[in-house]
């Protein structure tokens, strides 16, 4: 074998090998991404039990919501490590909504709303969500960029022989892109 055959040959390897490492490094990336989104959903996990506690001792008619939101926390702890993406996604969607309604009902108790350590805990919450989306946008790059490199040439025969496929987007649940009615807030 010549030098020239032996570099015909060998380019096409080193150029499948970039590739493939270009691959797997981005789909890391993008579990690294989603493991970022779930800390910032441990720590919001972590924070409703004492959201809850302070709420449940003014807000005896919101009983239901506050049971729900238990329910749901014990729902989102319990798929963390089993539910596939999409669902857990779903799930941390319905707890952002029902703690989103805890909040709003917050307004309805003066002496709740004014409470040191209901504002700090709104203030922790609302900064814990602030996270959360900053790493759910974090999430869809590092997934975007994944994307792209298992659906683009070569990549694509790459990925098929490898069986990858690709990661899920985390999107806004339906309810939540409907505009928002204010009146629904103004009425007490």
């Known amino acids: 074998?010549?030098?020239?055959?032996?570099?015909?040959?060998?380019?096409?390897l080193v150029l499948l090998y970039v590739w493939y490492a270009s691959i797997i490094s981005r789909r890391n990336a993008a579990q690294e991404a989603f493991s970022g989104i779930?800390?910032?959903?441990?720590?919001?996990?972590?924070?409703?039990?004492?959201?809850?506690?302070?709420?449940?001792?003014?807000m005896q008619h919101e009983k239901t919501l506050l049971e729900d939101i238990t329910r749901l926390r014990t729902e989102v702890l319990k798929a963390s490590g089993q539910a596939a993406q999409s669902e857990r996604f779903a799930l941390e969607a319905d707890l952002s909504q029902k703690m989103g309604s805890l909040l709003v009902a917050v307004e309805n108790y003066p002496e709740l709303k004014s409470q040191q350590n209901?504002?700090?805990a709104q203030r922790v919450y609302a900064d814990v969500e602030e996270?959360?989306?900053?790493?759910?946008?974090?999430?869809?790059?590092?997934?975007k960029s994944y994307r792209d490199a298992i659906q683009i040439f070569p990549g694509n025969l790459?990925?098929?022989?490898?069986?990858?496929?690709?990661?899920?987007?985390?999107?806004?649940?339906?309810?939540?892109r409907k505009p928002v009615d204010a009146d629904s807030f103004l009425k007490s």
Do not use: C
């Not at 074998?1 to 096409?12: K, Q």
């Not at 779930?38 to 003014?58: E, G």
């Open 118 to 120: 209901m504002l700090e």
């Open 131 to 143: 996270h959360i989306s900053a790493a759910r946008r974090s999430y869809n790059a590092a997934g």
């Open 1 to 12: 074998m010549t030098w020239t055959t032996i570099a015909m040959l060998a380019i096409p």
């Open 38 to 58: 779930d800390v910032q959903l441990k720590k919001r996990t972590d924070l409703i039990p004492n959201i809850l506690k302070i709420a449940a001792s003014f």
């Open 158 to 176: 790459i990925a098929a022989m490898l069986g990858l496929s690709p990661m899920p987007f985390f999107e806004v649940v339906e309810a939540d």
